[in-house]
């Protein structure tokens, strides 16, 4: 059973507007959560990440919301570019489980000019 | 570049066919793990060593075999594969497994078809 899912695998998005990719969880002793982004014959590299002593943690243009309540993560983007075009993976670790990475399937992020 | 390295980026071979994987970091990392994507699936964890010591095989078939000879390369070799194991192949390095609010850094991954 996964224990991370993103259950959209796709979205689409007007460049200048936000986007909004959502990641849910069922392991309550996940204490770490990581977006990755991957474009098409690359690696995934690591874009942001937030500790579970926080709900919210800002870079620039990215901001992750963490819901532990709801188990629930989110990833904003504002304004959206067409280089964030890409695949969005979301992925949780537990101390307890020697912070070993559990990645959600992924959502295909497609910015419109 | 993100410091991993991965070769070579696109390998097709039959079934009886014997190859091999090849990866390497120069970040100074400790940790380095095998993963799989296939399509449409979440990244699968295979295998993870650690200061050079296997520390975590995830049930993975015997066809796919790692070997680390030192905490900065990393080969996975390949033999009598199926079909199904048409995927991509990622490797990922870490400062040390099980580090807290651990990163993994990926190479470009190993895209393999198997005929």
């Known amino acids: 059973d996964q224990q991370v899912k993103q259950n959209s695998p796709s979205l689409s998005v007007q460049e200048g507007r936000i986007s909004i990719l959502n990641c849910d969880y069922t392991?309550?002793?996940?204490?770490?959560f990581l977006w990755y982004k991957k474009y098409p014959a690359e690696g995934p590299t690591f874009l942001i990440s937030?500790?579970?002593?926080?709900d919210k943690n800002e870079d620039g243009r990215f901001t992750v919301f963490l819901n532990k309540s709801a188990k629930h993560l989110s990833l904003h983007i504002v304004p959206s570019q067409p280089g964030d075009s890409a695949v969005y993976f979301c992925?949780?670790?537990?101390?307890?489980?020697?912070?070993?990475?559990?990645f959600g399937g992924g959502t295909r992020l497609m910015v419109k000019p | 570049e993100t410091g991993v390295t991965q070769t070579p980026r696109h390998l097709v071979m039959g079934m009886t066919n014997k190859k091999s994987l090849k990866c390497e970091q120069h970040?100074?990392?400790?940790?380095m793990y095998w993963y799989k994507q296939s399509a449409k699936k979440p990244l699968e964890l295979m295998f993870v060593?650690?200061?050079?010591?296997?520390?975590e095989n995830n049930s993975v078939p015997s066809r796919f075999s790692p070997e680390c000879p030192n905490s900065s390369h990393l080969f996975l070799h390949l033999h009598t594969l199926q079909p199904e194991d048409s995927a991509l192949y990622l490797c990922?390095?870490?400062?040390?497994?099980?580090?807290?609010?651990?990163?993994?850094?990926f190479g470009s991954g190993t895209q393999l078809s198997v005929l």
């Open positions: 992925a949780a670790s537990a101390r307890n489980a020697g912070n070993m990475l559990t």
């Open positions: 970040l100074g990392h400790n940790a």
């Open positions: 392991n309550s002793m996940f204490d770490y």
């Open positions: 937030i500790s579970s002593i926080k």
């Open positions: 060593y650690n200061f050079k010591e296997q520390t």
């Open positions: 990922a390095s870490s400062q040390g497994q099980g580090a807290t609010n651990e990163k993994l850094f």
